[in-house]
């Protein structure tokens, strides 16, 4: 059984949004996702998944909060920041588009707060698409303060053709981003960024490689656990169990034995297409990817594929068990003939 290693655990505490970015992956709002619904983990429930968490042996001490935008329950995500330190994860973090930093006082104030129960870095999602919602100058109160109280930042933008970096940076000055990292990325055609409009627009990338040493133990809002948040937590397919019903560990053990998952992460999903083709599931592959983890979700979005995959990896394993199981009764045969 292949271990799989998981750099943190991702709780992505609810749909809702408070802002309805046009290439949201997860197509957060108001109102919820508008693909996976409006639901929302309690804080027992999380505190629950997070004593689990830190016993798992393949797990890093690091705990990531995103949602939808968590801070949408300000005293809720203080509170799970707060378990996590308690139960030994030395790694915290969160993504927010820092609404909440209405003025630099209250970004200082609410950070403290954050640092205090545990908080030690902040990704901070704007862009092009986040525009429309927030306020360029709540960012800039946000890095203020957390330039202050020794919190790590890292800027978080995507880009199009039409739509780049540099759209955003402008309107920040040069000591805005004094020990700001920035990380750049593609928007990927997932969720409410697969309208057409976008689609068209998106860089294309490569499809080479694997998701073995990048993989984030993801629990939805929904507590189904994945093996990943960058597209498979979009699926049903690549759902590995569900906090409500499973432990972390069962989850886990689920995902190690699944002869599909095994492969999609120690492989990648290119070495998936051609037994895709073969299934005669061509056409619902498109000719070019912005990466990975859009080939990945694109597969396994569909759940018809998905199991017909799945059926195929199962036959695989079970052809492999029987030969190894003929060749050591072959084996034993000539062992007692030699006696003999």
Request: aromatic share 8%.
């Amino acid at each position: 059984m292949a271990k799989l290693h998981f750099n943190a655990l991702v709780i992505e505490s609810t749909e809702r949004c408070n802002a309805r970015c046009a290439m949201c992956y997860q197509a957060a709002g108001p109102k919820g996702s508008d693909i996976r619904g409006d639901s929302e983990l309690d804080l027992a429930a999380i505190e629950h998944i997070i004593d689990q968490a830190i016993k798992l042996p393949n797990l890093g001490k690091r705990v990531h909060l995103s949602g939808g935008e968590t801070f949408l329950d300000f005293p809720k995500a203080l509170s799970i920041f707060r378990h996590a330190k308690r139960a030994g994860f030395d790694r915290i973090g969160t993504t927010t588009n820092a609404f909440w930093a209405t003025n630099r006082q209250t970004a200082y104030d609410k950070t403290r707060q954050l640092a205090e129960a545990g908080l030690n870095y902040f990704e901070v999602s704007i862009d092009y698409w986040h525009l429309p919602y927030i306020k360029v100058e709540r960012v800039r109160h946000l890095l203020w303060a957390a330039r202050r109280l020794g919190i790590t930042v890292i800027l978080r933008t995507l880009s199009t053709k039409s739509h780049h970096v540099d759209e955003i940076l402008r309107d920040f000055q040069p000591c805005d981003l004094m020990h700001v990292l920035i990380g750049n990325g593609r928007v990927h055609p997932v969720g409410r960024g697969a309208a057409p409009e976008i689609a068209a627009d998106v860089y294309p990338g490569s499809i080479d490689g694997c998701c073995e040493r990048v993989l984030n133990l993801t629990i939805s809002p929904k507590g189904d656990v994945f093996p990943c948040c960058a597209g498979a937590d979009m699926t049903t397919s690549l759902a590995c169990g569900n906090t409500q019903n499973d432990t972390l560990a069962e989850a886990v053990f689920r995902m190690e034995t699944d002869r599909m998952i095994t492969e999609l992460v120690h492989r990648g999903p290119a070495v998936l297409l051609p037994i895709v083709r073969d299934l005669g599931y061509g056409a619902h592959i498109d000719k070019e990817y912005t990466g990975i983890c859009h080939l990945c979700w694109d597969i396994f979005r569909n759940d018809d594929l998905s199991a017909a995959l799945r059926a195929h990896f199962e036959d695989v394993h079970f052809r492999e068990l029987s030969e190894f199981v003929t060749t050591e009764q072959t084996g034993a045969e000539d062992a007692v003939e030699a006696c003999e």
